[in-house]
């Protein structure tokens, strides 16, 4: 495991787009010069950070985002360049640590954030967070011979051992498992699955998409996930939580329209290969929880943004036709 590398490579700043003008005098041009790009004709351009570009921080790992030669890859960024196609904008990519991510959105240095960040409460009074990508959680990794199929429960761990990196928050509720042998904690993925593997450890639970990643890159680990069923005594364990995208407040426009434009992925199917490609099959990925726990906080019961940043949404209609 220890020869397991992910891409996070630099990249080289393209040269900076220069406006070209908008409205009536797009409007007026339109009929000698040809169709008028959507971006012009809708009205007023969005608003980024450099303008004529989305730039995108993510943490720069595999398989959710990273840059290979300069190329954007990973299932969020492609995701999004799809989006940012149609929205006439190009995509423009910083990679970075875990709490520089959400900051430089927050401080305006980035347009929008990504990779496996959950939604939560907080979050969602600090910025605007679109619908869910997918729905992740608790995966239980555990040898290829093992005889669970679709779901693990959390009964099924009892008398068996389980793992996870130190600081998770699903260990608290690991330990409150009456009858699990041991909880075993790590300083990394590598040497967890090194323990899973060698059958010193039964499960484990890590960050889920990457170990499907990784079990794609090399089937020869002879190791497969399964998600963990909910029970309501272990939330943190079995809970699942959305994956998000978060966009700066003052940025409505960009907002809606890469909202709108993730509506507009689920409706034509774009997201379910998307996320094969990369390793990340399972079908529950795609499954939301029984119950939203973003009623009442960030959105109402039909789905419509409510809250602090609560704004009539630009149409974007067009550009996702």
Same mark, same amino acid.
């Given at each position: ?36 790009? !959507? ?53 423009? =990519? ?15 240095? &980035? ?36 005889? !669970?199929?679709?779901?693990?429960? =959390? ?52 960050? &889920? *998409? ?9 089937p020869s680990l002879k190791l497969k996930q %399964? ?21 700066? *407040? ?12 993730? +509506? ?9 290969? %998307? ?11 795609? =499954? ?6 973003? %009623?009442? =906080? ?7 943004? %409510?809250? *602090?940043?609560?704004?009539? &949404? +630009?149409?974007?209609?067009?550009? !996702?036709a």
């Amino acid at each position: 495991m220890s020869d397991f590398k992910f891409d996070s490579q630099g990249f080289s700043r393209r040269g900076l787009l220069k406006a070209t003008g908008y409205g009536s005098l797009a409007a007026l041009l339109g009929s000698a010069l040809g169709p008028v790009p !959507f971006a012009f004709a809708a009205g007023q351009p969005i608003k980024t950070v450099r303008p004529g570009y989305l730039t995108a921080a993510c943490l720069g790992d595999m398989p959710l985002g990273a840059l290979r030669e300069g190329v954007p890859v990973g299932t969020d960024l492609e995701l999004l360049k799809l989006i940012a196609d149609r929205l006439e904008l190009k995509l423009d =990519v910083l990679t970075m640590g875990f709490p520089a991510v959400v900051e430089a959105v927050r401080s305006g240095r &980035a347009d929008w954030f990504g990779g496996n960040f959950a939604w939560n409460a907080m979050r969602s009074k600090i910025l605007l967070l679109t619908d869910p990508v997918f729905y992740t959680g608790a995966y239980v990794i555990m040898r290829d011979n093992e005889p !669970f199929d679709t779901t693990i429960s =959390v009964n099924d761990v009892k008398g068996r051992t389980i793992g996870a990196i130190t600081g998770y928050f699903t260990i608290p509720d690991m330990k409150k498992i009456e009858g699990v042998k041991e909880v075993k904690l790590y300083d990394n993925t590598d040497s967890c699955l090194r323990d899973v593997r060698a059958g010193r450890l039964d499960f484990a639970v890590l960050d &889920a *998409p990457t170990i499907d990643y990784m079990i794609l890159q090399d089937p020869s680990l002879k190791l497969k996930q %399964i998600p963990m069923a909910y029970d309501e005594k272990f939330p943190s364990l079995t809970a699942k939580f959305e994956a998000i995208w978060g966009v700066h *407040p003052q940025n409505q426009d960009l907002f809606d329209g890469v909202n709108q434009g993730l +509506r507009w992925l689920k409706a034509t199917d774009q997201i379910k290969p %998307i996320l094969a490609k990369y390793g990340i099959k399972n079908p529950d990925y795609l =499954v939301p929880p029984a119950k939203d726990p973003r %009623i009442g =906080v960030d959105r109402d019961e039909k789905g419509n943004l %409510i809250g *602090p940043f609560a704004h009539p &949404a +630009r149409d974007f209609s067009q550009a !996702f036709a």
